[in-house]
């Protein structure tokens, strides 16, 4: 029976360990030509080695798959556009683009310096837009028809302590995953965003990980088979959420609001506070 990403070509970022690598080995179990990129470094970001994006590629073709590797970094263009090159130079075409990169520099607002605040956007936010942009080129001239799965976060989404570079990048993902939908919808190009808890590297350390067992990797990767397949259908624009066997969605909403006689003039201060509650209420609240 052949896999539902049978004859697909699926591009993973941040694909040598942790959640990229889990949704490497899946795709490619379910039919996926799959492009591994990791640039192999610390964490934090810094150092590189191949080893990382090569040992997922030489696990696929042990269990009869095909992949390629490829280690340069996404935060830049060249790296971005060599990413889509590697994929049509060794499988003709690309399908799926799987926004998995990131690094970690957390610090409180008051001890961030401007360095981890850059390189945290970079990866993460600026990646995202890179890669998207140079492999829907790459789609559109295929004749349309694709699927992008962005990565964001709960810290995006809700806030932490610690993060806010993180916490902004994911949020501009969310954002840039909205609007992506919007514009791609005519060339057939799904975009669509997944914000997991997982247990990873990236998270093994965090107070919230310690006593967790349940939230692997390998609970994340089947939500990116379904957004990155035509199982989705047209789906597009969607955060999933993923936290072990929970699956829930995020999304920006607006209360009802209230609305002041016009007769009355523009709000005051006094009046917004006056009637705060009612303006910022939501239905069942």
């Not at 967790?212 to 955060?239: K, R």
């Amino acid at each position: 029976m052949a896999g539902i990403l049978e004859g697909k070509v699926a591009i993973i970022t941040g694909a040598g360990g942790g959640i990229g690598r889990a949704e490497a080995l899946l795709f490619a179990a379910e039919g996926a030509k799959v492009v591994v990129n990791d640039v192999g470094g610390t964490r934090s970001g810094e150092g590189a080695s191949a080893s990382a994006a090569d040992s997922v590629v030489a696990e696929i073709e042990k269990a009869g798959g095909r992949a390629v590797a490829h280690h340069g970094s996404i935060a830049e263009a060249a790296g971005a556009q060599s990413l889509i090159k590697t994929a049509v130079d060794a499988f003709g075409r690309a399908d799926v683009l799987v926004n998995n990169a990131g690094i970690l520099r957390d610090k409180s607002l008051l001890k961030m310096d401007e360095a981890m605040w850059d390189a945290v956007i970079a990866v993460h936010l600026k990646g995202t837009f890179l890669c998207t942009q140079v492999f829907a080129r790459q789609v559109v001239a295929q004749g349309g028809g694709g699927r992008v799965v962005n990565t964001t976060s709960v810290s995006g989404m809700l806030g932490n302590f610690g993060q806010a570079n993180y916490s902004a990048a994911k949020a501009g993902i969310y954002g840039f995953t909205r609007t992506a939908a919007i514009e791609l919808q005519k060339h057939r190009i799904a975009v669509n965003a997944l914000a997991p808890i997982a247990k990873t590297r990236m998270t093994e350390d965090l107070p919230m990980m310690q006593s967790v067992d349940n939230m692997t990797p390998e609970h994340v990767a089947p939500a990116a088979l379904f957004l990155s397949s035509d199982l989705c259908g047209e789906v597009s624009g969607t955060v999933l959420a993923v936290a072990g066997a929970r699956m829930y969605a995020y999304k920006v909403m607006e209360s009802p609001g209230r609305f002041k006689d016009e007769n009355a003039g523009v709000w005051t201060a006094q009046e917004i506070k006056d009637h705060w509650d009612s303006i910022v209420k939501f239905p069942g609240a």
